[in-house]
């Protein structure tokens, strides 16, 4: 097993429209805005940007991150990260009854110094680390379209 690579699935619910949804998370740079643990986007250029992220543990990832796929057909974004992390990560925003079900996928390797160092022992509060940060955006999310 590589301690260094993470797969991460997760699925919010989510009562509002597949379309609205969809539209608010189409705008990254407007993620700290909803996203407590998103600290800052900076655009780079029309499909680059770098991240800042940080959830309980005290260490701030940064990821350059660069759009992949963009269909608004299908509901999917996808982006490839690189920097602190690298791999990939996509929505997928889907009608479910009266709301949209959000499918978020993640495949990335640590390259950051500190974590690769600290990869077998910290790899279940990464874990959990990981979670907490995706339950403040699924929170942030449904508050945020609540309110639009």
């Known amino acids: 097993m590589d301690w260094c690579r993470y ?5 919010w619910r989510i009562a509002a429209p597949p379309d609205a ?6 705008r990254a740079d407007e993620y700290p805005r909803w996203w407590p643990q998103v600290r800052r986007v900076v655009p780079v250029d029309d499909t680059t ?10 260490y701030d990832i ?11 057909a299908a509901r999917v974004l996808e982006i490839g990260l690189e920097g602190d992390l690298e ?7 889907m009608p479910e009854g009266a709301g949209a079900r959000v499918v978020y996928e ?22 959990a680390n990981h979670a907490l940060m995706m339950r403040g955006g699924r ?4 508050t945020h379209l609540g309110s639009v």
């Open 7 to 11: 797969r991460f699935r997760s699925v």
């Open 21 to 26: 949804v969809y539209a608010v998370l189409e």
């Open 49 to 58: 940007g770098t991240i800042r992220f940080r959830s309980l543990l005290p």
């Open 62 to 72: 940064v990821v350059t991150a660069r759009a992949l796929r963009r269909d608004p």
């Open 87 to 93: 791999g990939w990560a996509r929505w997928t925003v």
């Open 106 to 127: 993640q495949e990335v390797e640590v390259r950051a110094r500190l974590l690769r160092v600290l990869a077998v022992p910290g790899r279940p509060v990464f874990r």
């Open 139 to 142: 929170r942030g999310l449904a």
